[in-house]
């Protein structure tokens, strides 16, 4: 288990076991992160991650708060990370994404317009190295859909509607756990949208299915981890 998600895992037992309920304060980093046997960076990322999610709460310059213990809450986080180590449904979805997606961007080539060049050009702008995970996710998930509507077909568009949906948690747990995660998405994207502008259906193809394959090759590292 990546040293983020044994983070997350401890302060989810300090909850379920009462040892903090709604509206407690959490230990200070340096004490937590001691008694944990986590480092203090891991531990801010959990924290990071969990307050993505609505479970902890950061008030800069009192602490870190429990927000709730509402299941819907306390889970969602935690869940990918079983549904990953569970089963392979996840990267089933990746696998998808990367059998269509590809031909999907080597088409849009071919039938994109200059205003549709221009709003996919703007997406790539907007996102700066500094985005959060919630920015990084929302421009990602306009990008692809903005390439999918650029075929003309709404089949496509449909279809890839559902299986972005599906992948939609695994893009945030990249971005909260995987370094360079922004960075990587803007630099793909951006050469993404200079084949699609060259007309060149063939980079375009190669671009995304390197985008693809990036995320999922992440995901499965993040499976085998004990």
């Known amino acids: 288990m990546a040293l983020t998600d044994e983070a997350i895992v401890k302060i989810k037992e300090m909850i379920t076991s009462g040892e903090l309920g709604p509206g407690d304060r959490l230990p200070k980093e340096s004490d937590l992160a001691a008694r944990l046997g986590l480092s203090r960076n891991s531990l801010r990322e959990a924290v990071k991650a969990l307050t993505l999610v609505n479970v902890l709460d950061v008030r ?3 602490g870190t708060y429990v927000t709730s213990l509402d299941s819907a809450h306390l889970l969602d986080a935690l869940s990918f990370m079983v549904d990953l180590h569970r089963d392979d449904s996840i990267l ?24 549709q060049l221009t709003e996919l050009r703007s997406l790539v702008e907007e996102l ?4 959060d995970v919630d920015e990084l996710v929302a421009n990602d998930l306009r990008f692809h859909r903005g390439i999918a509507e650029a075929t003309g077909n709404a089949v496509v568009c449909s279809l890839l509607d559902g299986v972005s949906g599906a992948t939609q948690r695994a893009r945030v747990w990249r971005g909260v756990t995987q370094a360079g995660a922004v ?44």
């Open 128 to 131: 700066t190295p500094a985005a």
């Open 92 to 115: 089933q979805f990746f696998e998808v994404r990367r059998l269509l997606e590809p031909g999907v961007a080597a088409l849009a080539a071919i039938r994109i317009t200059p205003e």
């Open 60 to 62: 800069h310059g009192d």
């Open 183 to 226: 960075e990587r998405t803007l630099a793909e994207h951006a050469a993404i949208v200079d084949a699609l502008e060259s007309r060149d259906g063939e980079a375009a193809r190669a671009w995304m299915t390197a985008h693809i394959a990036g995320v999922e090759n992440w995901l499965r590292k993040a499976a085998e981890t004990p």
